[in-house]
Each structure stands twice: as C-alpha cells, then as structure tokens.
C-alpha cells in the first residue's frame, strides 16, 4: 500500500496544479451531490450550526468544504514528492506566528498548540522550514493508521521536516517530555472523541477532549490556536492566538469559543473546517439519546456563565408525531414537558392534524407544534409536509402514530434517530423500535410511551399536575362545563343531558351550564335548553370557532361533565374536575392521567376496559356520581 501511495504522490506531485484542482472539484462535487451518507451529515451540521444561513450558503459551504478537504487529501499524499523550496514559496508565517518564535528564542517556554481540522492543517507540520531560528522540539498527535504499510509511510514522510508524531494511544509521556524541554506539543482538539468533557461548540452540545488543558495545566505550558488559513490552491497561511486561559475547564472552554467566533465571522475559515465529519453526534448509544445524563464531566455551566447565560440554548431538534386521537395527544403532554427536562436542549416540535394542532398549541407545552395536513388530504400532501421539515434536519422524530403511511413520513424527515413502537405489524424505516412487554396492553397508552422513552434514555419523573394556562384567571361564580362529544357511539342523548341539568341545577347552586363542543353540540345545546326549565344554558359550542380557542373558559369551569372526547381530556389536564360519562370506552387503555379530581361513570356491570352502551348510563346514576365530585372539590 505504501508504494502505491507513494507513486501516486508521485503522480499528482508532477501533474499541472490545474489538472489536480480540476480533480478535487469533481470528487468534491460527487459527495456534496451524494444524496445520503457525508453530503447529508455536512447539511445538517451547517444547518444546525447557523439556522438563519441560506439554504443556497448552505450548498455552497458544503461544496467547499468536501473539495477542500480531497485538496487536503492530495496535498497529503503529493507533498513527500514537492521540493523544500518549492513548498517554502506556498506556505508562509503570519506576523503573529514570527513574534511568537522570536519571543520563544529569547525566552523559551514549552507551549500546547490547539489546532482545529482545517482544510491545510497538513502545512502545519512545515513551519520549522519557515523558521528563521531556533525551532523549538515539537511533536503532534495523531490517530495511529491500522495498516502497518500505510503507518510506516505515514510516519516517515510526516517526519521529513523534525516534527515527532505522537500516538494518541501511547504518546502522553512523550509530550510531557517535550514540554518539560520548552518543547512543543500540538493537538487537533475540534474532532469527535468518545470520552473527554461535555461542552458547548457552536452553541450545540458535544464532547470535547480535555488534552491540551490536561498537558497546559500539568507543566504550565502556554496554551493557544495554531492553524492554516488556505490562500490558495496546496497554499496557506499560518496563524495564531494566544489563549489566556490556565485551568483545563477554561482552556477547553476558551478553545471552543474561539472556533466558535471564527467559523461565524470568517468565511473562508467556514469553508475550510471539515463539516463532513460527525463532530456533534456524541451520544453513540441509543439507551442515552433522549436525557443528558448528571455524573459525566461537563463545563456546560462555565461556558454559559463566560457568555452571560443561565440556560442551555434548544437547539437539539426532537420532532413527535402524535397520534390522530386528541385524547391520547392531550396525555402524552406530560411527557413532553419531562422530555425538556431531561433534555435541556432539546427543541421539542409536535407533529399533529390542523384540527388537534390549534388545541396542543394552546396548551404551551411544547416549543412549537407543526400542523400536518389531515389524513383526508391524501399521502402525498403528508409526506409533502414531512420533505419540508426534514430541511430543518432534526435529530430526533419519535413515532407515536401506528400506520405504514406514518412510518413512510418518517423516512422522509430523515432524522438520525427514529423511534417507534412494536405493533402487530412491522415498523419499517425505525431505527429504533420499543418493544412492549406482553402485559403492557394492560396499561394506560401514556404509560407504554414512557416505558418506550425510559429505553432511550428519558430521565426523571413524570409530572402529571394539571397545566395552567397563561391568562387564565379563576374565581367568580360557578360554571359547569357540558360536552356532549358530538353524535356517534359516545353521544349520550339530549334527552339525558336535560334531564340531568335540571336534577343538578339546584344542588349546584343555579350555576351556568356552559355547553362546549362543535357543531353537533351547538344544535344539542339549543335541544337542552328547551328542556331544561330554569337552568341557565350558554351555547359555547356556537360561539367558539374550535377547542381550543374555548380552553381558556373551560380552564375556569368549576365542574365539567362530558361523554368521551378530545374536549373531556383537555378538562382534565386543565385541572378541572371531570365526571366522564361512558360505556365502550377502555378507561384502563385510554382513561385521564392528569391529577385532577375525576369520576368514570359507566353502565351497571361494564367493566373498566369498556364495551358497553353509554346509553345505558342512568341519569340517576350520573347524578349521584357528580354531585359526590361536587361536594368533595368545591
């Protein structure tokens, strides 16, 4: 292999530098036109990096950086075979980097070079040629090469102008060594490592080695960034800050922060970084991807602190697609509010129907909740609206909804991560899929969810106290919410509905009945009120547009009564208590979960996993049960 290397090194040594540059633009251009794979991992890191960059920017950094980095790759294989003096007239020394080796002549002082992955880094290795003077001992790090063929030629042509290679593996007490002789040690610090210190780059959480602060502190090593500048096509020039910083914590910190300003201020410098590479992707087991967990070593906190925060930015991007019943939608709020506590992060997106959107969103739980076309509008206009939001290049998207047709919008967000669970049928296109324990058909839908995000890593206890509405007041005199549900199997009939208005309007205190709902329950408020002698009826129904622009009154109801729907949950997880009216429901399955005082009134013998007729409910029965609930809350 190193022959072969060699002898291309040869060949693109010899070859017109045009020939060559014409070379990396068309390898480059292959993988920014990959449709998957580094192409893909480039986009969404920029993408990540700077939110409001063009999406034509975006393109164009990374085109730049995937040729930039084959120029790399070449001058790297070519450069063994260009002249001494050849490569003198291609790289030079900024006035900085002179001051600093003059400065190290007349006193010297071992010094830790932090050096991030720019697209000439390779140059860095040339600067004793460039020196005028003493050149202190220096020796970098690198990733030793599993082929000893291409090890060995690695190593000796790396070697060619008195720079020592350390190995990542066995060379920490070489570089104290250097050190301790007013050496030099350089260290590529911006890369993905697997250990090391959670820290903050470009405002997104990842790990970060603690190396140079570690060898900075130990021997008292001046510290700062060294890097190539590309000016050129194989030309450079080298640059560099010194970092004030002494203590590992601040040095990682402050090595962090300087890239950061430099990637945001500095375009050429954007285009230079290998964007390529999965610098962010620091959690590799899934069991940890949706909680940071307390105990790993962090400066987090230092970091916010030097730039005058006291949260983390949410940036990380979780995307949930929630099922189309808005019950089971309204229960799993819980859990996204332990979701952005268990990851401080995140950026939680809810994905629902137009009509359960406008209801989630009033509840403001979540960041934001994105309106999905409804499943009467066809696939097409789904996936449609998937492909849009897959440009915002989530981490995350977590599959509550079960059909083959979710599961095909999933793969058109194209997340990292995918998360669904197990059902009768095959969950195609998840990467990872929960799969319940047998007796989980038991439990309530809520608590399967949490069992799935408990295996990817959620942390914390659920917190299943009612949600406050902001500019919801209480007080003032009694109100009782009537939600009738609607027509179909949970309607319970005008007839009852009068029937027990007028039982309950003297027991209550003459409250007003406040009927909400849709049309159906507009037309089954004005049946009530016709019946219901001297009870004050207020049609709601009619005067709200939707739900959730009458959630802010419900919040206030003193009581609610309702047959099984979306309104009925939304009484419930606004605190109201709630006496559900229902006969097929499974209240097992797909009861409340919000602590909320709450009554479950069914036929006589129905069990609590529902198949009855609601219409078997009796009135004197239903009365009982909501005047018991009355008195214990009021």
């Known amino acids: 292999m190193k022959y072969f290397l060699s002898a291309l090194g040869w060949v693109f040594a010899k070859l017109p530098e045009r020939a060559v540059d014409l070379l990396c633009v068309c390898v480059g251009w292959l993988i920014y036109a990959a449709p998957f794979g580094r192409a893909r991992v480039a986009r969404a890191n920029i993408a990540r990096a700077f939110p409001d960059m063009p999406e034509k920017e975006i393109d164009k950094t990374v085109f730049e950086s995937a040729r930039r980095m084959v120029e790399m790759a ?56 460039l020196v005028d003077g003493k050149v202190p001992p220096t020796g970098v790090f690198y990733r030793p090469f599993d082929n000893d063929g291409i090890e060995e030629w690695v190593r000796s042509s790396r070697h060619r102008f008195g720079i ?159 099922p189309d019943s808005l019950g089971e939608c309204i229960a799993l709020l819980s859990l996204v509010r332990l979701l952005r506590k268990s990851r401080p992060d995140a950026f939680v997106s809810l994905l629902a129907g137009r009509e359960n959107a406008g209801v989630l969103r009033a509840f403001g739980v979540a960041d934001e909740v994105a309106a999905l076309p409804e499943r009467s509008e066809g696939a097409f206009a789904r996936l449609s609206a998937y492909r849009a939001l897959s440009r915002k290049y989530p981490e995350i998207h977590i599959l509550f909804a079960d059909s083959f047709l979710d599961d095909l919008c999933s793969r058109a967000l194209r997340a990292d991560y995918s998360i669904a669970i197990q059902t009768s049928r095959k969950r195609w296109f998840a990467s990872l899929v929960y799969r319940p324990e047998a007796f989980s058909g038991s ?142 429901t499974n209240t097992v399955r797909g009861g409340f979960v919000f602590d909320a005082p709450h009554v479950e009134i069914m036929p006589e013998g129905c069990p609590a996993q529902g198949g009855g007729d609601v219409r078997n409910v009796e009135v004197g029965a239903a009365e009982k049960a909501v005047l018991s609930l009355f008195n214990t809350n009021k």
């Open 74 to 129: 070449l001058f790297v294989v070519a450069s063994p075979h260009i002249s001494t003096e050849n490569l003198r007239g291609r790289v030079e020394l900024s006035d900085k980097v002179k001051a600093e080796f003059e400065g190290f002549g007349k006193n010297p002082e071992p010094a830790v070079l932090m050096i991030p992955h720019f697209a000439m880094m390779e140059t860095i290795t040339m600067f004793p040629i």
């Open 164 to 322: 020592e290679f350390l190995s990542r593996k066995k060379g920490l007490h070489a570089a104290v060594a250097f050190l301790r002789q007013n050496g030099c040690v350089a260290v590529l610090f911006d890369q993905k490592v697997f250990s090391g210190t959670r820290t903050l780059l470009l405002d997104k959480i990842c790990y970060t080695t603690e190396l140079p602060g570690i060898l900075a502190e130990n021997t008292g090593a001046a510290v700062g960034a060294f890097w190539a500048e590309r000016t050129g096509f194989w030309r450079a020039r080298i640059d560099c800050k010194r970092f004030s910083s002494r203590t590992i914590e601040e040095i990682t910190c402050e090595g962090n922060e300087w890239l950061t300003e430099k990637l945001r201020a500095d375009a050429v410098s954007r285009y230079d970084w290998l964007w390529l590479h999965k610098r962010w992707y620091y959690i590799e087991q899934p069991a940890r991807i949706l909680g940071l967990r307390e105990g790993y070593k962090s400066v987090v906190d230092l970091e916010l602190s030097r730039m005058g925060r006291s949260e983390l930015p949410r940036n990380f991007r979780v995307y949930i697609t929630l």
């Open 443 to 584: 439990e309530h839908f809520a608590i399967e969810c949490e069992a799935c995000l408990r295996k990817y890593g959620l942390l914390g206890e659920v917190d299943y106290s009612p949600i406050k509405l902001s500019g919801a007041s209480g007080g003032g005199e009694t109100s009782v919410a009537v939600i009738c549900g609607g027509e179909g199997p949970h309607a319970w009939g005008v007839e009852k509905w009068s029937e027990l208005i007028k039982r309950l309007w003297s027991p209550l205190g003459n409250p007003r009945f406040l009927v909400f709902g849709g049309e159906a329950d507009s037309r089954a408020a004005f049946e009530i009120s016709k019946c219901s002698e001297f009870a004050r009826i207020e049609n709601l129904a009619a005067k709200y547009g939707s739900l959730a622009d009458a959630l802010c009154e419900l919040s206030q109801c003193s009581l609610a009564i309702a047959t099984d729907c979306g309104a009925a949950h939304a009484a419930n997880a606004l605190g109201v208590p709630t006496a559900l009216i229902c006969g097929s």
